[in-house]
């Protein structure tokens, strides 16, 4: 396959790629835009680049909204409520069907690797088996992470470490964990010492849904990072949400930037679930409830936004389209200025890649060829217009392919 007059990001010329045997074989920079060839894909100046990741989301739970009964307070509690209703239905038939959907959605998106939570506090461990055995049958289409994710806690859930323990036996990627739902601060202290002493055991990596609350008392996360200062691997663990850094008072935040950069840890943030779950306590002025994710970025740490939920208890939209949490994440975060365009796309590409420690992302000469096309010349007139993908590319095989939007008609107007 080659490919020729496409875009880079952060490049102003044209390229020709050319793919062989399923990577990268060579990058060429264009003096001026060529005629393509019939056997040529031409990107007519459209960008490509590396496939979006998808860093943070409930596969298990995804297309169950309102079943059997819709969340409608709309709080994180609620729908943790609404999903122990839904779980005892669950079997392997239906978690294929609905995740099956999800990811043909999430394809047609851009989006090839996937980190996805999986409830641990069912004794069944349904979800997960399932999980861990479809990653393994669609890893030539998509990379799929399994997070261990004790919904219901851990210590404060009925054979809550031997779930997790069980869970990391059958093939999960990840540790995950919730200390700031566990029935107690000491608990969830006990909870985070359990869940880095296990994926030691076992060489995993950590995700944490860490303070998605909005209580500025939830300080779990100087906990998480000082565990992963202490034994030397921040860079393997995660916090997600942190939604309670949005309350903190701003001189603790000082002081905790200093432990936080000092671990080196990784953040996900999923602005539209959290501006949809918090700030559900407030009267007005309510809070947008979203991590400091402009600050932790100029403090350069690696920041990731997340979807976190499609049609679910906790969040009945979502269309897998990160773009769209990309947009909205941007918004919320007050990041619209120039220097937050031209590098917008890191924070559902490379810095996701990051975070789910992948190999050989991007592209690269003799990196796999995996990328996507996507209407637009660079990062800011994608977001702008919020581009189309036009191709998915897999080890060099197209797994999607959508023709661009097309105006027929449209009235003049005078000037």
């Known amino acids: 396959m080659k490919i020729v007059n496409a875009r880079l990001r952060k490049q102003s010329d044209l390229f020709t790629v050319e793919i062989k045997e399923g990577v990268f074989n060579s990058i060429k920079k264009q003096a001026d835009s060529i005629s393509a060839l019939p056997t040529d894909m031409n990107a007519n100046g459209n960008l490509l680049c590396a496939p979006f990741v998808e860093p943070h989301i409930h596969l298990d739970a995804a297309l169950t909204a309102g079943e059997p009964e819709w969340n409608r307070s709309g709080t994180l509690f609620e729908g943790i409520e609404r999903w122990s209703q839904r779980k005892p239905m669950l079997n392997e038939a239906d978690i294929r069907a609905r995740v099956t959907k999800t990811l043909e959605l999430l394809i047609e998106q851009g989006v090839q690797h996937i980190r996805t939570h999986v409830d641990t506090t069912d004794p069944s461990l349904v979800a997960l088996k399932t999980l861990c055995a479809m990653r393994d049958e669609l890893k030539d289409t998509l990379d799929i992470q399994v997070v261990a994710f004790p919904q219901e806690g851990i210590p404060s859930f009925p054979n809550g470490e031997k779930l997790m323990e069980e869970a990391m036996e059958i093939g999960a990627d990840v540790v995950g964990g919730i200390p700031h739902f566990e029935y107690t601060r000491e608990l969830g202290e006990q909870s985070v010492k359990f869940l880095v002493k296990l994926a030691l055991k076992y060489d995993r990596l950590i995700d944490v849904h860490c303070d998605e609350i909005d209580d500025p008392n939830s300080r779990f996360l100087e906990f998480l990072a000082y565990e992963a200062l202490k034994h030397n691997i921040g860079n393997r663990v995660t916090a997600s949400h942190t939604t309670a850094m949005h309350s903190y008072d701003n001189a603790y935040c000082s002081k905790l930037f200093r432990l936080l950069k000092h671990s080196g840890i990784n953040f996900i943030s999923c602005p539209t679930e959290s501006i949809h779950l918090q700030g559900r306590f407030d009267t007005y002025p309510k809070r947008r409830g979203v991590t400091r994710v402009k600050e932790l970025n100029e403090a350069g740490l690696n920041v990731s936004f997340a979807q976190d939920s499609i049609f679910d208890p906790w969040y009945s939209l979502g269309n ?28 559902i590409s490379d810095n996701s890649a990051k975070t789910l420690k992948l190999q050989n992302y991007g592209i690269k000469v003799g990196n796999p060829a995996n990328a996507i096309l996507l209407s637009g010349f660079d990062d800011y007139s994608v977001l702008r217009n919020q581009g189309d993908v036009l191709l998915n590319i897999r080890k060099g095989n197209i797994i999607m392919e959508k023709q661009p939007a097309k105006l027929l008609s449209k009235v003049s107007l005078p000037i």
């Open 320 to 347: 897998g389209k990160l773009l769209r949490t990309l947009d909205s994440g941007l918004h919320i975060c007050q990041m619209m200025g120039y220097d937050d365009f031209i590098s917008a796309l890191d924070f």
